[in-house]
C-alpha cells in the first residue's frame, strides 16, 4: 500500500476513534451523577468534595467523562490498532499481534479493577489521614478526581506490560533465563515506572501497586517458561 494511503487510513482510524471518544464523553455527562458516586467511594463519607472556583464543576465533571468514555471505548482504539498494524506483519507475526490485541482490554480492565478496589482506598486514607489534628482536610475536586482517575489509567497500562513480555519471548527477543537474571533490575524499573506513572508517590500507593506488577513479572517468566517447553528454540 502506498505511503499516502497509508496516512489517509490512520487519519480516517484516528478520527473514528476520537469521534467514538467524543460520544463516550457526552454519554458520560449524562451519567456523571453515578460516575461521581463510584469515584468517591474510597472517601467512605469522611469528606466533602469541594469546589473552589466558578468553572471546576464544568472540568470536574469533563475530566471524570473522559475517563468513563476512555475506559469504556479502550478495545476499539486496540482494535484500530491492530487493524492499522496488521497488514504489514507477516503471516506468523500477525497471529502473535492478534492473539495479544485480544489479551489487551482484560488484562487492562483488570487493572483498573484492581486500582479501584484494592489500592484506591488504603492510599485515600494514608494520603488524608496525614493532615488528620493538623489541618482542616478539605478535598478539592479537581485534585481528588484527577488522581483517581489517573492512577487507575496508570495502573491499567502498567498491567499490560507482561504481554509485552510474553510477545517479545514469542518473537525471540528474550527468553524466561533472561528474565530471571534480571530480576534484580526489573525490580527496580517497576519501581521507577510506578512512581512515574503515579500522580503521587506516596509509599502506601508505590507499594500497592509495585506488588502486582511484580506477581505480574513473575507470572511472565512461567509464560515464557512454558512456552518454550512447548516450543524449543531452533
Known sequence: MPVGDHLQELRWRITAYLATLVGGVVIGFAF???????LNRPLQGRFEVVTLSVTEPFFTTLTVAA?????????????????????????DRRRIVRNGALVV???????????????????VRFLLGLGDGRFEVQVRAGDYYSFVTLTMVALGIGFLYPLVLVVLGRVGVIDSSWLRRNRRYAVLVI??????LLPTIDPVSLL????????????????L??????????
Do not use: N
Request: aromatic share 14%; net charge negative.
Open 32 to 38: 456523571a451523577d453515578q460516575l461521581l458516586g463510584l
Open 67 to 91: 475517563f468513563a468514555s476512555f475506559a469504556a471505548t479502550f478495545p476499539l482504539l486496540v482494535w484500530h490498532a491492530y487493524q492499522y498494524l496488521a497488514p504489514a506483519l507477516p503471516p
Open 105 to 123: 482490554p482484560g488484562l487492562f480492565y483488570a487493572g483498573v479493577a484492581f486500582c479501584y478496589l484494592v489500592v484506591l482506598g488504603p492510599a
Open 191 to 196: 519501581a521507577f515506572l510506578t512512581a512515574l
Open 208 to 223: 500497592l501497586e509495585m506488588i502486582p506488577l511484580l506477581l505480574l513479572y513473575e507470572l511472565s517468566i512461567l509464560l
Open 225 to 234: 517458561a512454558r512456552q518454550e517447553r512447548r516450543h524449543p528454540p531452533g
